[in-house]
């Protein structure tokens, strides 16, 4: 089967095409998840999705099948990324669970205090540094972040270096203790 032409014609015709699935999508999200929100997000990102590529979709195929394999895989990469993040999450529990018994309660306490320090130094951050920050932190990567974020990825590995940057300033008297 021939792909479908490259021209405005047909990108009018398949955004057309687009739009008149969205209530089907809708209901197809429903499948997935029943969080509203959730639903809404999985609606949005297949559109976004069938709309980069839709040089690809070939004439001839069933647009509400072809939407339904991308809002298949676009909800199946979703919880993988979210294993994935809970799995780093959880290790990082376990790790600050395990030190802090090996360290006592002093040893609680002093990292607690990092802790509140950190935060505080996350908080003073602006929003297009710290979230990106928070992400590559919690295990994303920059094209993860950038779709996440829809933002350039070089625009994203700016905002992590320059969070980095200012935070290590912040936080230089921990270099000090550690010998950093």
């Not at 089967?1 to 398949?14: H, Q, V, Y």
């Not at 339904?68 to 999450?89: A, E, P, T, W």
């Not at 790790?95 to 309660?105: C, D, K, L, R, T």
Request: charged share 25%; hydrophobic share 40%.
């Amino acid at each position: 089967m021939a792909s479908f032409p490259k021209n405005s014609l047909a990108r009018i015709e398949f955004d057309r095409l687009l739009i008149s699935e969205i209530d089907n999508l809708k209901l197809l999200a429903r499948r997935f998840t029943s969080d509203s929100d959730e639903i809404k997000d999985l609606v949005q990102e297949t559109i976004l999705k069938a709309s980069r590529f839709w040089h690809t979709f070939e004439s001839g195929t069933h647009l509400k099948k072809w939407l339904h394999v991308i809002m298949k895989n676009s909800f199946i990469n979703g919880y993988r990324k979210l294993r994935r993040s809970q799995n780093y999450c959880d290790v990082v529990r376990k790790v600050q669970v395990a030190n802090f018994m090996e360290q006592g309660v002093e040893g609680g306490v002093q990292s607690k205090l990092i802790f509140d320090d950190l935060s505080a130094a996350l908080a003073q951050l602006p929003k297009d540094q710290s979230v990106p920050f928070q992400l590559y932190f919690e295990g994303f990567k920059y094209m993860e972040i950038a779709q996440k974020l829809c933002k350039p990825m070089g625009t994203i590995k700016t905002n992590i270096y320059q969070a980095r940057k200012v935070l290590k300033h912040m936080l230089k008297d921990y270099g000090t203790v550690t010998g950093r």
